[in-house]
């Protein structure tokens, strides 16, 4: 089992960028498909962005193409999800999470690891 613990929420206003890191451990996660999810009051949790065990093929919410880019660096065995043009529609708890295969989807269920979170804020 990996634990991931999430790092780098806060609040920002609209327009602004933050850097939520991962960080596993237990395991190494070079090998490991990853995600980012997201989750606003009220709402389901839905997919934000999926990378590759090698980072070579990334996948991302049609909301935040363009604006947000994940990547990790397996020697540090964390995951990054840089999040620039922020809107107040992206407050939410961001997850991390992690998969034992390296490939790219999209779903919650195809992801059997996941840290506790952390609040992103976007104040307009």
């Known amino acids: 089992q990996v634990q991931l613990v999430e790092s780098g929420g806060g609040l920002v206003q609209a327009g602004g960028s933050l850097r939520l890191s991962c960080a596993a451990s237990?395991?190494?996660?070079?090998?490991?498909?990853m995600g980012w999810f997201r989750q606003a009051p009220g709402k389901e949790r839905e997919f934000v962005a999926a990378?590759?065990?090698?980072?070579?093929?990334?996948y991302y919410a049609d909301s935040v193409k363009g604006r947000f880019t994940i990547s990790r660096d397996n020697a540090k065995n964390t995951v990054y999800l840089q999040m620039n043009s922020l809107k107040p529609e992206d407050t939410a708890v961001y997850y991390c999470?992690?998969?034992?295969?390296?490939?790219?989807?999209?779903?919650?269920?195809?992801?059997?690891?996941w840290g506790q979170g952390t609040q992103v804020t976007v104040s307009s």
């Open positions: 999470a992690a998969r034992p295969i390296g490939n790219v989807i999209g779903y919650l269920a195809g992801y059997n690891n």
């Open positions: 237990g395991r190494t996660l070079s090998t490991y498909g």
């Open positions: 990378i590759s065990w090698s980072g070579g093929s990334t």
